[in-house]
């Protein structure tokens, strides 16, 4: 193949085509709005499938090396009541099919295994439009442009190369997430650190949520999902430290070692809210130009959209691999698959969330996953 792939977003994604695009001897330039690597935190733990995540990692022949970055233990996990009691634990004894690793360790293997040179740091796009004959050109706010005959959207919910192809937008799910992070928990922290355990804990209720992950560095993750309109969140100053006061007022009455992993935060409180784009949103063939991750199919929080986007990216890679010469063939080829397999997974979860509505959600997840529990 000799057209050079133009890819917008240095996500786990963009880096995940461009490496298997790199193994098969395909140029490509990946263009990244960050000024560098460490311009930011990258997040915290991911839980890698091994029906998609894992199977990216396969196709970047980058298996051995994910595996030591995995984190042992943290595949347990337990659902509490809002009282602290256990209702459910499941322990990590490594035979588990989600392996948790930190995401920007993650990016960082995918980074170390590009050629120097193929990420182009403070790329941020500024515009993008089309030529004709299947070609596009990329403006960045610096004002340089790019022209190129196979571009890829990897460039998140917000994409600047969606409009391309789709005039969908991300839109408020209803929910969102206020994390932060508690640090030396087990020394400073202990009785939210008991209550998480070694891996993750789920505490839920209607209309709020309580999930925390214990980190690499004896560090605990707080995800605090509230479901409220975003004047809510807006009216909230989170740089104040009255902040994690006002969100745990939201879980009076439930046990303090769950609302600690609120007030007790090492970090300010940070605001996530949770956009999507409609269910099933496809479009029609744009000759030159596609999207992967949440760039194609943004849904609200579910613990697939990192592995959904590096398989996206693999996939893509190897359909470019498979069709030398007939980049649309293998744009389609890509989509056909890609399309229902996002909808598949987003369906999914809806289901699981209708089956949670009620009073009684807590026991209502504990039924579910214990019937996800093999005999």
């Not at 997430?177 to 505490?203: I, K, W």
Request: proline share 5%; charged share 20%.
């Amino acid at each position: 193949m000799t057209t050079h792939v133009t890819i917008i977003g240095a996500g786990l994604g963009g880096l995940t085509l461009a490496r298997v695009l790199h193994l098969h001897g395909i140029a490509a330039t990946v263009h990244e709005a960050e000024p560098a690597p460490s311009a930011r935190a990258q997040g915290g733990m991911l839980d890698i499938h091994d029906y998609n995540g894992q199977l990216a990692l396969q196709a970047a022949d980058l298996m051995a090396e994910f595996r030591g970055l995995v984190l042992d233990g943290r595949q347990a996990m337990r659902i509490l009541d809002r009282a602290g009691a256990v209702l459910f634990e499941k322990l990590d004894d490594g035979t588990g099919g989600r392996p948790e690793v930190q995401r920007g360790d993650l990016r960082q293997l995918l980074l170390d295994s590009l050629p120097a040179g193929t990420v182009q740091w403070g790329h941020k796009v500024s515009a993008a439009r089309t030529l004709g004959d299947g070609r596009h050109e990329v403006t960045f706010a610096d004002g340089s442009t790019v022209h190129t005959g196979l571009l890829v959207g990897a460039d998140g919910a917000w994409s600047r190369i969606r409009p391309l192809l789709s005039a969908a937008v991300p839109e408020y799910t209803g929910t969102s997430f206020v994390e932060t992070c508690l640090y030396n928990a087990d020394t400073r922290h202990p009785a939210a650190a008991s209550a998480v355990g070694g891996g993750s804990l789920m505490a839920v209720e209607p209309d709020r949520e309580i999930h925390a992950h214990r980190e690499s560095g004896d560090t605990l993750h707080t995800y605090v999902l509230l479901t409220k309109a975003l004047d809510w969140f807006a009216a909230i100053d989170f740089t104040d430290a009255a902040a994690a006061a006002r969100i745990a007022q939201e879980f009076h009455g439930w046990a303090p070692e769950l609302t600690a992993l609120i007030t007790d935060g090492d970090t300010p409180l940070v605001h996530r809210p949770h956009h999507a784009l409609p269910d099933g949103h496809r479009w029609a063939r744009v000759p030159g130009v596609t999207l992967l991750g949440d760039a194609a199919h943004l849904t609200a929080p579910n613990g697939e959209g990192a592995n959904l986007a590096m398989l996206d990216g693999a996939q893509l890679g190897q359909a470019l691999a498979a069709h030398p010469g007939d980049v649309e063939a293998a744009l389609t080829a890509y989509e056909q698959a890609m399309f229902p397999r996002a909808a598949d997974t987003a369906a999914d979860s809806d289901r699981l969330q209708e089956s949670l509505f009620g009073e009684d959600v807590p026991h209502a997840l504990l039924a579910a996953f214990q019937a996800a529990e093999p005999d």
